[in-house]
């Protein structure tokens, strides 16, 4: 969140991809002290000049996007999509569509997009998973009712299976395992309700 002001921003980009790239001299600082109006549009510039001299691919990963509300931080993303050459790549994870001009992209077939739906397991990874990998043995309808209860997410999954490994029966314990069961509510409360803004708990 603190990153959405653009001269962070800025700093705390070219010091990403100075990781990949050592060679790169960009000082951010000096420009944004001697000229910050027009530090935006030189850095930018500079950047994509280095795409275009760079041999290999480049994937720069922007964590948390739905964190970034500034227009001039979005501007500068967008800037980099439509300038930087092909081998430049950006990969962005967010909780919510990312606001950026991207319709171009999926239309090039430049564009590929992960939702929600693609990180669930389906009913035959579920097995693979309860079955196969961690050797519990469940029938279809054992694994279609886990599949069920926690949507094929991951970690609910995760969290059955510890509870299944613990029960003295089996098939008691799949019955009353679902969407409720108070692990999933604690991990949850731990790993998601905690890390949300005020006003957006309040409403939930």
């Not at 935006?40 to 290999?56: I, M, T």
């Not at 950006?90 to 090039?108: C, G, N, Q």
Request: hydrophobic content about 50%.
């Amino acid at each position: 969140r603190d990153d959405n002001a653009l001269g962070r921003f800025l700093t705390y980009l070219v010091e990403a991809v100075r990781v990949g790239e050592p060679s790169i001299t960009l000082d951010v600082t000096t420009l944004l002290e001697a000229k910050a109006e027009e530090a935006a549009g030189v850095v930018l510039a500079d950047l994509v000049n280095e795409f275009e001299a760079f041999e290999r691919d480049f994937y720069l990963i922007l964590d948390d996007w739905h964190l970034i509300t500034e227009a001039s931080v979005r501007e500068v993303v967008g800037f980099l999509i439509d300038h930087a050459p092909q081998q430049f790549h950006l990969v962005l994870t967010s909780r919510e569509r990312p606001t950026l001009a991207l319709a171009k992209l999926r239309v090039d077939d430049q564009l590929t997009e992960i939702a929600a739906a693609d990180l669930r397991f389906s009913v035959g990874e579920s097995r693979a998973f309860l079955c196969d990998v961690n050797e519990l043995n469940l029938d279809d309808g054992a694994v279609h009712s886990l599949w069920n209860s926690t949507e094929g997410w991951v970690a609910a999954l995760q969290l059955a299976l510890l509870s299944l490994r613990a029960a003295g029966d089996m098939a008691s314990s799949i019955e009353r395992f679902s969407g409720k069961h108070h692990v999933i509510g604690e991990y949850l409360a731990e790993n998601v309700l905690d890390h949300l803004p005020a006003e957006v708990l309040d409403f939930l």
